[in-house]
């Protein structure tokens, strides 16, 4: 069988498994070995002088070392059997995605909050940065969206656009990027210098993949609701965040739910002062979540058909 076509079902194998699966707890992650091999190097590097060379090195090499060990698994795996490699492909490409989880534990934030504001906060701490001690309800549905929003790009989108550009070696790499970046790309005394070109990297990786998710996530709502100011909302906010990515995406889905995210937030203790995106400061809902669900799979849907396109065009 053709080599494209039989990475086009890996990619379609590898979403329908996140879709039915997500990220069961019993199996093991290549993320969570990619979180080990970060910790190793930080907490090895990350002191003395020259900590921005010494995490810039560490970064690159990482990020060079995932890239080249999937591409010699999956020559190594072809070279016995494209049907190994195709399946290597799809498990991988299954690793890659996130959504399911992301929703399913947004979903639980909401369900948490319904019983107490306490169980709202520590459900929420699982999936944002943020010191989540003293948030108010209004804060734990707001920081739990805006995760969704940003997430979608973080988790589906991106990992699917370098997919396109670099095969399954680029969506492996992306993921190490990503990581690198969770774990240590803050602004804060630890990690300002250290994580300084994982930060970096992550912008430059995420710059078309959070801009292309604002607009899978608007188009169909500015299309069937023939509302077209949601794309102004979208290009005057989208700066509006500490990062330059992440605010296109949770613009988009301030913007189609007519709500306010960011705002100063505690992140290691540490207050980062963020601008708001948005003005309407109105009470966030559980049909809210619902309806920021079914935008993320939309889009998702969207950019799985559009990877595939592109995989069949470069072929």
């Known amino acids: 069988m053709d080599n494209c076509l039989l990475l086009i079902m890996a990619l379609l194998i590898g979403w329908v498994l996140d879709l039915i699966l997500g990220d069961p707890l019993w199996l093991p992650h290549p993320i969570v070995g990619f979180g080990k091999m970060i ?68 979903r639980v934030v909401f369900l948490a909050l319904d019983r107490s504001l306490e169980e709202g906060r520590k459900q929420v701490a699982r999936i944002v940065g943020r010191d989540t001690s003293q948030l108010t309800a209004q804060e734990v549905r707001t920081a739990a969206l805006e995760t969704l929003a940003e997430n979608l790009s ?53 710059y078309i993949p959070a801009r292309l998710t604002a607009l899978l996530m608007i188009m169909p709502h500015a299309i069937v609701n023939c509302q077209l100011s949601v794309f102004n909302f979208v290009r005057k906010n989208g700066r509006n965040h500490a990062s330059p990515n992440s605010g296109y995406p949770e613009a988009a889905l301030a913007g189609i739910l007519n709500c306010r995210f960011g705002g100063p937030h505690y992140y290691f203790g540490e207050l980062f002062d963020k601008p708001y995106i948005g003005k309407n400061e109105r009470e966030l809902t ?24 592109c995989l069949w065009l470069c072929h």
């Not at 002088?49 to 072809?78: E, P, Q, Y």
């Not at 969506?171 to 804060?188: E, P, R, V």
Request: glycine content about 6%; some cysteine; charged content about 15%.
């Open 39 to 106: 910790a190793f190097g930080e907490h090895r590097l990350n002191k003395g002088s020259h900590r921005k060379l010494k995490g810039a090195l560490m970064a690159i090499c990482l990020i060079a070392f995932v890239f080249l060990a999937t591409s010699f698994l999956l020559s190594l795996s072809s070279a016995f059997s494209p049907y190994a490699s195709f399946i290597i492909s799809a498990l991988l490409v299954f690793y890659c995605l996130a959504g399911t989880t992301l929703i399913r534990e947004v």
């Open 154 to 206: 973080d988790g589906v989108i991106a990992p699917l656009f370098w997919l396109a550009i670099l095969g399954v070696p680029g969506m492996l790499a992306y993921k190490m990027i990503n990581t690198l970046d969770s774990m240590i790309g803050y602004k804060t005394e630890r990690y300002r210098d250290f994580g300084c070109w994982a930060a970096h990297i992550d912008d430059i990786a995420n």
């Open 286 to 309: 559980t049909a809210d979540m619902k309806k920021a669900v079914r935008i993320n799979r939309t889009a998702e849907v969207l950019m799985v058909m559009f990877t595939a396109l």
